[in-house]
């Protein structure tokens, strides 16, 4: 049997150029094939993070994924995608599959593992999480000690939102964007809302951190996050 090639699921970090692992960034030049999600209408952010070391004689794979809350589109997108990339494999050809962040934290590439890595050799490059972007970006030590920190999406249900937070010592809750309303209803009846820091585009020219009660819910983004630290870490804000 002839040998397949190796699929690698690299994980670009937050967005600059300069948290890329030297692992993944030597992968990426060698692949001869790169694939990236893209909106469906629009450039991708994964492919801006390195388009500088992608070179002319890269194939390129542009998976365009429809921007929508409905999951069904978005699994067929996948669903081919995976096919295009199994012919490359199965023909003997490397492919880097580029990921925002982290692939296994919340990133797209699970979706190409979850129906590849059955039939075909993977690798997993671990890239710097956004939840590590931005607490460093808060000068937020999260957790200190014996606490737990939990990690909530903002899109599930209001009442949802509010059980998973009741009692917890620190929290990242993420996907901000068009949600960030509830996120604070829930916060201020909760007592929180002054312990939350607020980034968003954590790594970027433009990010910002700001308290909570200085952001305005019309200007966020889904690239934001919501801290809040322990009581057993020091928060340390203004200039080294």
Known sequence: MAETGKLYGIGLGPGDPELLTLKALRLLRAAPVVAYPAPDDGASFARAIVAQWLSPGQREIVIRVPMVPERFPAQAVYDGAAAEIAAVLAAGSDVAALCQGDPFFYGSFMYLFARLAGR?????????????????????????????????????????????????????????????????????????????????????????????????????????????????????????
């Open 120 to 240: 075909f050799p993977v690798e997993i490059v671990p890239g710097v999480s956004s939840l590590a972007a931005c607490a460093a970006a808060s000068r937020m030590p999260l957790v200190g000690r014996n606490e737990t920190l939990v990690v909530v999406p903002s899109t599930l249900p209001e009442a949802e939102l509010e059980r998973r937070l009741t009692g917890v010592e620190a929290a990242a809750i993420i996907k901000l964007g068009r949600h960030f309303a509830k996120v604070r209803r829930v916060l201020d009846r909760l007592g929180m809302a002054e312990r939350a820091q607020y980034i968003e585009r954590a790594s970027l020219a433009n990010e910002r951190v700001a308290p909570l009660a200085d952001v305005e819910a019309e200007s966020v983004p889904y690239f934001a996050m919501l801290l809040i630290g322990g009581r057993n870490v020091a928060v340390v804000s203004g200039g080294a």
